[in-house]
């Protein structure tokens, strides 16, 4: 400090310019490396390849499947030389009979314990009769027991039995991986071996075949033969089960899908423990709350899922109608459809849970005891509804022409005895409720969710929204026994 004092006023301040910026400098290369052992890239995966590809295998299995019916050829007398000369033609498959043959697949799946438990996807060994894994250290191929699959996630879990310990690979936690994380991918690409890609997380909580899809989404090369590998973290750990792909050729393009690992470990731990999966079922139909819902029901906000139908189940026997919306289940908000089923989904079969409605312009929270939702897909139940009075008066509203039901047009629209509500005869091709798709022939059960059985109920209720001072109203409408909730505007 001393020497620098002494200097001119103009050095001592070169001086202290000078620090700064070196200071500057080497806080930018300290920010500079820190963020980029934030984002995980990695100078080589050679490491993490090799650690982790002895857990993974590929898995071949083949299924016997019918050939060709062949019609019935002439036989040539036996030791002619017609027979030696076209043995194809004479031969006994040209007997008219139908033949079997053989057919293999190949896929890629991963060891997640070292007594051999291996975990794939359903349509790589879908109706499969012989399962065989090859390990990545070679060796002769392992026969594998199939211990259960589940459709909706399209897992499978399989067993070998093998002379030593397997290596194997543990589950990460999904929802901390970001959109821009390293991924990486290993399996069993169009038949050619063990193969490593890797890539980015390019988007999450992706949908691609119901709602209990969390897909996320990777421009790591995946294709065929990829499907039931494993997507790994940078730290090693599963964060994803290779599944689907998006390609107009059939090979990788960048849009790779692999189901996230907190769907696949509790589906795998319900595979191991009981063969099968156990979801918990509500046993109601939901539909998403939009706007003009909202709007029509009092909601302050778009959120929640909307009750359209309760069959008997758990949720009608807890006092569940049609029209509450369903705001929070077991202590946890309900932003839409898709939530509100994954939820229930996860939850423990027979578990007590509240579930918390919004009904007539307040909230109410009801105890529901959850049934199983195989078993109710097994042994679906009809809705019950009550037999209305029907009268032949036609009337007009919103843009529809509409009549109460007759036993005649009862038979034209194919609706039964119990169906009640008013029938759709006609809709204005201007009028907001053609714009939401309501059709000639649909049934209108619920106006202003009371119900109706005549054209005056629905005039009566139309009157009593607008007296409110209703911008719009809501419609329970029934489309080939499927009900939904519509919102139309009070304008028309």
Do not use: C
């Not at 001592?12 to 000078?18: D, H, L």
């Not at 994380?181 to 691609?208: C, E, T």
């Not at 589906?267 to 999966?277: D, P, R």
């Not at 908000?333 to 027979?350: K, P, Q, W």
């Amino acid at each position: 400090m001393k020497a620098i004092a002494a200097q001119p006023a103009r050095t001592r301040n070169s001086i202290m310019a000078y620090a700064a910026g070196a200071l500057v400098t080497l806080a930018f290369l300290i920010v500079q490396t820190l963020g980029a052992a934030a984002r995980g890239a990695p100078d080589s995966f050679a490491d993490l390849a090799e650690r982790l590809s002895p857990a993974v295998v590929n898995i071949t299995t083949s299924t016997m499947v019918a050939g060709r019916n062949l019609p019935a050829m002439p036989r040539a007398p036996r030791g002619s030389p017609l027979e030696e000369l076209f043995p194809d033609l004479f031969g006994p498959q040209g007997n008219g009979e139908e033949r079997q043959r053989r057919a293999s697949a190949l896929g890629s799946g991963f060891i997640i314990s070292a007594d051999g438990y291996i975990v794939t996807n359903n349509h790589v060994i879908d109706g499969a009769d012989e399962i065989q894994i090859e390990l990545f250290d070679g060796g002769p191929l392992l026969d594998a027991k199939l211990i259960g699959t589940d459709e909706k996630t399209d897992i499978a879990l399989l067993k070998v039995e093998a002379e030593a310990p397997l290596p194997f690979v543990a589950f990460g936690d999904s929802n901390v991986s970001r959109v821009g994380d390293w991924v990486l991918a290993i399996g069993n690409p169009l038949g050619q071996g063990f193969s490593v890609s890797a890539g980015i997380i390019s988007a999450r909580n992706r949908s691609l075949r119901g709602t209990y899809d969390d897909y996320i989404q990777t421009d790591a090369a995946i294709n065929k033969g990829n499907s039931g590998g494993p997507l790994f973290d940078m730290d090693g750990n599963v964060i994803g089960v290779n599944t689907a792909i998006i390609s107009p050729t059939g090979g990788s393009i960048g849009l790779g899908f692999a189901m996230s690992s907190n769907v696949v470990t509790k589906v795998v731990a319900q595979l191991k423990e009981y063969g099968e999966t156990r979801r918990g079922w509500l046993g109601v139909q939901i539909q998403d709350v939009d706007e003009d819902i909202a709007e029509a029901v009092g909601l302050d906000s778009v959120k929640g899922a909307l009750v359209s139908n309760v069959p008997e189940g758990p949720a009608k026997e807890a006092g569940i109608l049609a029209g509450d919306i369903i705001l929070n289940f077991d202590g946890k908000d309900v932003s839409d459809t898709r939530g509100l089923v994954r939820a229930v989904g996860n939850a423990e079969v027979g578990k007590a849970v509240r579930v918390v409605v919004f009904r007539e312009g307040k909230t109410m929270t009801l105890k529901v005891t959850l049934g199983r939702r195989e078993d109710a897909e097994r042994d679906p139940v009809v809705p019950v509804v009550d037999e209305g009075d029907a009268g032949p008066t036609e009337r007009e509203a919103m843009g529809m022409r509409f009549t109460a039901l007759t036993g005649e047009l009862r038979s034209q629209l194919g609706l039964d005895d119990s169906a009640k509500g008013v029938a759709v005869l006609s809709v204005d091709e201007s009028s907001d409720a053609f714009t939401k798709g309501l059709r000639a022939g649909d049934l209108i059960s619920e106006v202003g969710q009371k119900p109706v059985t005549t054209p005056k109920d629905v005039t009566d209720a139309l009157k009593a929204a607008n007296d409110a001072g209703r911008k719009s109203i809501l419609l329970l409408v029934h489309r080939e026994g499927e009900p939904r909730f519509v919102a139309l505007s009070l304008d028309d």
